[in-house]
């Protein structure tokens, strides 16, 4: 397909859509009835304009290229790129597309000028809007994590510290217990002392016994506190020892 074969197919598809837009919004002449062109553009028409100006901005580059090219063979015949039957063609191209053009700038730009502005406005709040939220979401995230943080430290610390007492209080309790029995065993072993110093005061007074028969009570007492001491002599005395009965 030819550069001007191209530019040609761009162009029907413009005056295709320059007809939408003529028909939807130039005024019908008919003044018993609303014309479309009063009612403010909808998101549709907005679209089929945004089409159109793209169309007559594409077109545009081949006219203006083809221009050229006429102005250089205009100056210059051995540089002309086209014959006289393509001249032609390329010229009509050139007028209806500056026909169009002349409409465009004239009528349908100054129709649609305000609503695109209003558009990109629009759009343009709409962006801010998005950034702004997703700039919200973002700090929200970070606050929620940081109090996640601080919950999550406070309650380790909480941990920590209820295990602290928890092992304190088994530590004391161990403590304690280890003391009770320390204590108990001290008990047993002062009894089995007192036991073997019975037993030993006992042996005592029945060896003496043995030996003198005929000793009285008052010898044996005095005997008691020479050789096993007051304190042995005093359990002697006040019937202490389990024994003391059977050997008096």
């Given at each position: 397909?030819?550069e001007?074969?191209?530019?040609?197919?761009?162009?029907?598809?413009?005056?295709?859509?320059?007809?939408?837009?003529?028909?939807?919004?130039?005024?019908?002449?008919?003044?018993?009835?609303?014309?479309?062109?009063?009612?403010?553009?909808?998101?549709?028409d907005?679209?089929q304009y945004n089409?159109?100006?793209n169309?007559?901005n594409?077109?545009?580059?081949?006219?203006?290229?083809?221009?050229?090219r006429?102005?250089?063979?205009?100056?210059?015949?051995?540089?002309?790129?086209?014959?006289p039957?393509?001249k032609?063609?390329?010229?009509g191209?050139?007028?209806r597309?500056?026909q169009?053009?002349?409409?465009?700038q004239?009528?349908i730009?100054?129709?649609?000028e305000?609503?695109?502005?209003?558009?990109?406005?629009?759009?343009r709040r709409?962006e801010e809007?998005?950034?702004?939220?997703?700039?919200?979401?973002?700090?929200?995230?970070?606050e929620q994590?940081?109090?996640?943080?601080?919950?999550?430290?406070?309650?380790?610390?909480?941990?920590e510290?209820?295990?602290?007492?928890?092992?304190?209080?088994?530590k004391?309790?161990?403590?304690?217990?280890?003391?009770?029995?320390?204590?108990?065993?001290?008990e047993?072993?002062?009894?089995?002392l007192s036991?073997?110093?019975?037993?030993?005061?006992?042996?005592?007074?029945?060896?003496?016994?043995?030996?003198?028969?005929?000793m009285?009570?008052a010898e044996?007492r005095m005997?008691?506190?020479?050789?096993?001491?007051?304190?042995?002599?005093?359990n002697v005395?006040h019937?202490n020892?389990?024994?003391?009965?059977?050997?008096?």
């Amino acid at each position: 397909m030819t550069e001007f074969k191209k530019a040609e197919d761009l162009f029907d598809r413009l005056l295709q859509a320059h007809e939408t837009l003529v028909i939807n919004h130039l005024p019908k002449g008919n003044s018993n009835s609303s014309s479309r062109d009063e009612l403010p553009p909808s998101k549709e028409d907005l679209q089929q304009y945004n089409n159109f100006e793209n169309l007559i901005n594409q077109c545009g580059d081949y006219i203006l290229k083809f221009k050229k090219r006429l102005l250089d063979a205009s100056k210059n015949p051995d540089v002309a790129v086209y014959g006289p039957k393509m001249k032609t063609n390329v010229e009509g191209l050139i007028e209806r597309y500056e026909q169009v053009y002349e409409q465009y700038q004239d009528i349908i730009q100054p129709l649609f000028e305000h609503a695109v502005l209003e558009e990109k406005d629009r759009l343009r709040r709409e962006e801010e809007r998005r950034q702004k939220d997703k700039k919200d979401a973002i700090e929200k995230d970070v606050e929620q994590k940081a109090q996640w943080a601080a919950h999550f430290d406070k309650t380790r610390k909480e941990m920590e510290r209820a295990q602290q007492e928890r092992e304190a209080a088994e530590k004391e309790r161990a403590d304690a217990q280890d003391a009770e029995l320390i204590a108990k065993r001290r008990e047993e072993e002062i009894r089995i002392l007192s036991m073997d110093e019975d037993t030993k005061i006992c042996t005592s007074i029945r060896e003496m016994l043995e030996d003198n028969t005929s000793m009285t009570i008052a010898e044996l007492r005095m005997h008691l506190v020479h050789d096993l001491g007051p304190k042995s002599y005093l359990n002697v005395y006040h019937g202490n020892l389990g024994g003391w009965r059977k050997v008096a």
